[in-house]
T-cell receptor, first 110, second 116 residues
Framework: GEDVEQSLFLSVREGDSSVINCTYT??????LYWYKQEPGAGLQLLTY?????DMKQDQRLTVLLNKKDKHLSLRIADTQTGDSAIYFC??????????FGAGTQVVVTP | GAGVSQSPSNKVTEKGKDVELRCDPI?????LYWYRQSLGQGLEFLIY????????KSGLPSDRFSAERTGGSVSTLTIQRTQQEDSAVYLC??????????????FGPGTRLTVL
């Protein structure tokens, strides 16, 4: 099976909260990341969480980590049209190589 | 400061030709990674350089792929005898990772390779 799994698509209304979920298999990963990719652009690091934390908040972004269930989520509060993008969940292995999920396409509608 | 840069931004080539893709990492970053993003395969790790150590080539899909990192800075990914399945966006990332510590990877804008 895939090392990192994400749902492929999320539609959300402007102003609502978005929640993107991710599950992973490697329990030894130290850091878990969320990257954002806008059309035609590279990957932009949004936020990351250390594996001994269960929550991290950064402005409109909240990351929740359930290490027991190997579940990571990203919540975007007050979603804006500029948040429309593909969001990738990733973890780094012991050598720092990133293992990515397939990405969740978020579409924000007015 | 300057981020990771890659060139060219787009490359169209004919099947069977060789191509070279360049990556300039963030100054001072010791670790450099190449990834490939293609439809149906998502984002795949290709190769990793850390300082003067031998590179981790475990992600290279075939012996047509090779990479060098000269002087611990600029890296070149070479694809020989390109095939249509090599069409993808090739992403480079760098980090200031030191042994035992995982640091954030910063990505370049990528090179879109199209093999006709």
């Amino acid at each position: 099976g895939e090392d990192v799994e994400q749902s492929l698509f999320l539609s959300v209304r402007e102003g609502d909260s978005s929640v993107i979920n991710c599950t992973y298999t490697d329990s030894s990963s130290t850091y878990l990341y969320w990257y954002k990719q806008e059309p035609g652009a590279g990957l932009q690091l949004l936020t990351y969480i250390f594996s001994n934390m269960d929550m991290k908040q950064d402005q409109r972004l909240t990351v929740l980590l359930n290490k027991k269930d190997k579940h990571l989520s990203l919540r975007i509060a007050d979603t804006q049209t500029g948040d429309s993008a593909i969001y990738f969940c990733a973890y780094s292995d012991s050598w720092g190589k990133l293992q990515f999920g397939a990405g969740t396409q978020v579409v924000v509608t007015p | 400061g300057a981020g990771v840069s890659q060139s060219p931004s787009n490359k169209v080539t004919e099947k069977g030709k060789d191509v070279e893709l360049r990556c300039d990492p963030i100054s001072g970053h010791t670790a450099l990674y190449w990834y490939r993003q293609s439809l149906g395969q998502g984002l795949e790790f290709l190769i990793y350089f850390q300082g003067n150590s031998a590179p981790d080539k475990s992600g290279l899909p075939s012996d047509r792929f090779s990479a060098e990192r000269t002087g611990g800075s600029v890296s070149t990914l070479t694809i020989q005898r390109t095939q249509q399945e090599d069409s993808a966006v090739y992403l480079c990332a760098s980090s200031s990772r030191t042994s035992g510590i995982t640091d954030t990877q910063y990505f370049g804008p990528g090179t879109r390779l199209t093999v006709l």
